[in-house]
């Protein structure tokens, strides 16, 4: 057995090649292969057409908050507040997003009756498929006007922090509804992910929590939450990274001003997808460049948060 | 449900020492949670009636916060600390579940008061080819056009190569490229829309030069959203294949692509077609890439997929909403039914094809 150097690694008998298998095998080889060519022509494709902005630009790419890009000659442009405006707005969404998602999959899993649970599944994934465009025009058509009572509200009683100071912009167009909008749109990502991780609580955890006499909460909270904590993570980095690059909900909503602020209340900010989908239409000179260099400072975040997201779901798999 | 006691017993009779002694406690009646819901909403609306400030939004978020309160003290007086957490967890999340409702219903119904002004016969068939923005006139036909070609294109792209990667991924594929490949299409679900048009962009300029928009450039990124999507949903059903299948084609002498061929993609077609048709569902909404690639400012029906601007839906309901009127507000509801209609058609017809077409593997 030892002679034949097949030995080990043989798993199906083999004949001679047949020309079939070799064209097939190629075939599934070569896009598998084209998909990280893909990727990688991403990366390649942003770097080398943002080279001509960035070498030109006259400010740091990386503090200046100005655009000026649209020049024959002599751009400074930065990223500081696009930046800025694209965190804050995926955090205010995280925040919001992650507590009534975690809330919805215990209630699907845990509290529903059985029936309604699959049909809340089913909502849920109805939800996660309508198209941002449409969240967009929901938002700017009936959302901001439902939002000025409550931002009103929100500024005479918690007008001292710095968050919440005043003047309330009076169209409602400001940065805390893009976060609540974008908070809708990734509930039903975290949602999916945080019941397909409480589905796999083992019975015998629970059921040994309830025997020693754990009321349900205390039961989720002994059995389910710790043993779901890594999908729950994994879940909302990848909803993170979905906010992070939410383009038209934001467009659509915000009244947009390049400057670092933190007063969600008030009109202003900006993301950087948001940005590009405004800007392009009018883009001359340097300015489809520059905003290539903003677009890869954003996939350049995406692809971190995504990774880590990644990293962290399938560690929980090597464990369950 | 841990308890073993008679719950609506409260009086003093046989087990009562044992109570006292805390072991079991004593128990709320099932009707008090929802009793003392309907009593508080009444008496809330109430107050609210007399100081003249009613609406519904308060009445529910005061309320679920009295109720929280009430049920809570209710359950520490009469059950036990224990006991009230697990009651207020339970009121906490009923709240979210609620919650999560509010976004749901409210999106449908806007859209569908709203769009359902515009959406006739004469919306969907006529173009924005010489309407003025202001003008009572013009339809969707040229978007509906450049939805089906664009997204037809992409699925045309991005299915043999999502399929064929998943073959690789469950058939034939090892070692690192398979662990590379499968890390790299998950990290590609991830890439935002935006992204993927401008790398379009970026490719058509190095190949056509500055300002080239065309329906084709559309498809490709959209094809980018959707190739990874595609893969995912096929490597699951292939994997759910069962191998005695394979084995039995080998045994009687089946090459190895023919067994494929024949005998793994007809078992798992019914889920395959379910997960392409759930990928269509996800990029035919697509905006942000369109807006780079396909151009936001066609008005007339272009069959072309090669020449010149194209109109699609989302586009059709972004450039409406910038203009701004009162009318292209009415126009951009109406796109947003049809589009929504489409989308949910799609996830119809999936379920369908995966209820009535899924192989019977238990036989």
Known sequence: ?320 | MATTTDPTSTGAAGGAHLRNAGLFGGTLPRWVPPALLVVLAGAVAGVLLAAGAFNAPLLAVLTTVAYAVAITVASAIVENRRRATDRLVTAVVYTCFALAMVPLVSLLWTVLVNGLQRLDGYFLSVSMNGVTPSMDAGGVYHAIVGTISITGFAALISIPIGLMTAIYLVEYGRGRLKQAITFFVDVMTGIPSIVAGLFVVALWMLLFGPGNTNGAAGAISLSVLMIPVVVRSCEEMLRLVPNELREASYALGVPKWLTIVKVVLPTAIAGITTGVMLALARVIGETAPLILTAGSSAVAINWNLFDGQMMSLPVFIYSQVRMGGAINYERAWAAALTLILVVMLLFLLARLVSRFFAPKLGR
């Open chain 1, 1 to 320: 057995m030892t002679t034949t150097d097949s030995s080990t690694t043989a798993r199906i008998p083999r004949g001679k090649r047949r020309l079939g298998d070799v064209v097939f095998a190629n075939g599934a080889r070569g896009s598998g292969v084209l998909i990280l060519a893909i990727l990688a022509g991403v990366a390649a494709f942003l770097i080398g057409q943002s080279y001509d902005s960035l070498s030109a630009n006259t400010a740091n790419f990386f503090t200046t908050s100005e655009w000026a890009a649209n020049v024959r000659e002599e751009p400074a442009f930065g990223v500081a507040a696009l930046a800025f405006g694209t965190i804050l707005a995926a955090a205010i969404a995280l925040l919001v997003a992650t507590p009534v998602a975690i809330g919805i999959a215990l209630f699907i899993v845990y509290y529903a009756p059985r029936r309604l649970a699959a049909v809340l599944g089913y909502v849920v994934d109805l939800l996660a498929a309508i198209p941002s465009v449409v969240y967009g025009l929901w938002g700017i058509g009936w959302l901001v006007g439902q939002l000025g009572p409550f931002y009103l509200l929100l500024e005479r009683y918690l007008g001292w922090i710095p968050l919440f100071a005043g003047p309330v912009s009076t169209t409602g167009r400001t940065m805390l509804t893009v976060g609540l909008v974008l908070a809708v749109m990734i509930l039903p990502i975290i949602t999916a992910m945080t019941r397909d991780v409480f589905q796999q609580v083992p019975q015998a955890h629970r059921e040994a929590a309830l025997a020693l006499g754990a009321t349900r909460w205390e039961m989720i909270r002994m059995a389910v939450l710790p043993f779901g904590r890594p999908g729950i993570i994994g879940g909302a980095m990848l909803g993170l990274g979905r906010a992070l690059g939410e383009t038209m909900a934001v467009a659509m909503i915000l009244s947009p001003s390049l400057v670092v602020s933190w007063a969600l209340l008030q009109s202003g900010n900006q993301t950087i997808a948001a940005h590009i989908a405004l800007q392009y239409p009018e883009a001359t000179g340097y300015g489809v460049s520059a905003l290539i260099a903003a677009g890869l400072v954003l996939f350049a975040i995406t692809l971190v948060v995504n990774m880590v997201a990644r990293f962290v779901v399938a560690r929980r798999k090597e464990f369950s």
